[in-house]
């Protein structure tokens, strides 16, 4: 009759039985750190590496448990060792990983000293900024062992106003975890304004262009930051005179035209065919465009290299 508290697998030690074998007692229950249960984990008595290395089963999320039956545990080890073990274990075995907390406070004070940094390092002359966190996270559950918080830095210039800051938190080298911080930076913003009404089409130039000194409150939009290069860009609309700039209202000139004759140049590791083709619609430099084969008439989708190429890449 099967016990509920304990019951014993054996298995007959043969003759020239292998160097795993060895007598493995199970407590009911375990503590541990890392992402997986081994063997060694939940025996009280001590192990060879072998055995102790066992893989049983994945470990639960930290501060979470998991409970193993007796009978997988044997199965387990039968499969890895063979029969040449006595095992002795309970009918389950509740197995806990242990956890830490990191206060949602602690990524924040990261995220501000990263802005901060950043504004700092900027080739602009940037007022100093009251940084604000107007969404409170909520504290993170971790594995055990020393924590990294990394801001990812988008590669965009420092800015004022509302945005997102995304982190990435390890711990040690073997677990990581990816979150959102939203920030406020409240700071004067320098953007570009109309000098005075802009036609649409119209090739911008510097004398259509003055600056303007706006809080951070009043930045709607993807604004046109004073160090964003204007020059020499199109207005995609009509744009009045006083009117902050914005990214959609502007686009680079096109370097090719709808009628211009170009050389195609079709391009593979091995091979270069170059011929005449028509262009059939603007593009701007490293825009992709149609453009027309004048010996095939074939039409193909072709990147504009400068004001008399476009590539494709096989």
């Known amino acids: 009759m099967i016990r509920r508290l304990a019951f014993a697998i054996v298995f007959v030690l043969a003759a020239g039985a292998s160097a795993l074998a060895a007598d493995v007692v199970v407590r009911d229950e375990a503590v541990i750190d890392g992402a997986t249960i081994r063997l060694g984990d939940v025996a009280s008595n001590d192990l060879n590496s072998e055995l102790a290395s066992i893989e049983l089963a994945s470990a639960p999320e930290p501060g979470r448990d998991l409970t193993l039956s007796g009978a997988f545990i044997a ?7 063979g029969k040449d073990v006595v095992l002795q274990a309970p009918d389950k ?17 990261v995220v501000r000293d990263f802005l901060i940094e950043k504004r700092a390092a900027s080739d602009h002359d940037l ?17 055990t062992g020393p924590i990294t918080v990394h801001p990812v830095d988008d590669g965009e210039p420092a800015k004022s106003g509302r ?28 953007v570009h304004v109309a000098r005075h009404n802009i036609a649409r089409g119209r090739v911008i130039t510097q004398d259509d262009l003055t600056t303007k000194t706006i809080p951070a409150t009043k930045v709607r939009g993807r604004v046109v930051r004073e160090q964003a290069p204007v020059v020499g860009r199109v207005a995609r609309k009509a744009i ?3 009117e902050v700039l914005r990214e959609t209202a502007i686009e680079a000139a ?6 211009d004759v170009v050389t195609l140049v079709v391009q593979s590791p091995t091979i270069v065919i170059k011929a005449f083709a028509a262009v059939e619609e603007d593009g701007a430099l490293g825009e992709t465009i149609q453009v027309r084969n004048l010996d095939t008439e074939v039409t193909v989708r072709a990147v504009v290299a400068d004001a008399k190429t476009v590539r494709v890449e096989l």
Request: glycine share 6%.
């Open 75 to 81: 199965a387990r080890v039968r499969q890895v060792a």
């Open 93 to 109: 075995v509740d197995v806990e990983r242990r956890s830490q907390t990191l206060e949602w406070d602690a990524v924040e004070a």
């Open 127 to 143: 007022p100093e900024a009251e940084i604000s966190f107007p969404r409170q996270g909520r504290p993170l559950t971790l594995p």
């Open 163 to 190: 945005q997102t800051v995304p982190v990435l938190i390890q711990v040690g080298d073997s677990y990581e975890e990816k979150a959102n911080v939203d920030v406020f930076v409240d700071a004067p913003e320098t």
């Open 240 to 242: 009045s005179a006083g």
């Open 254 to 259: 096109p370097v090719v035209k709808r009628g």
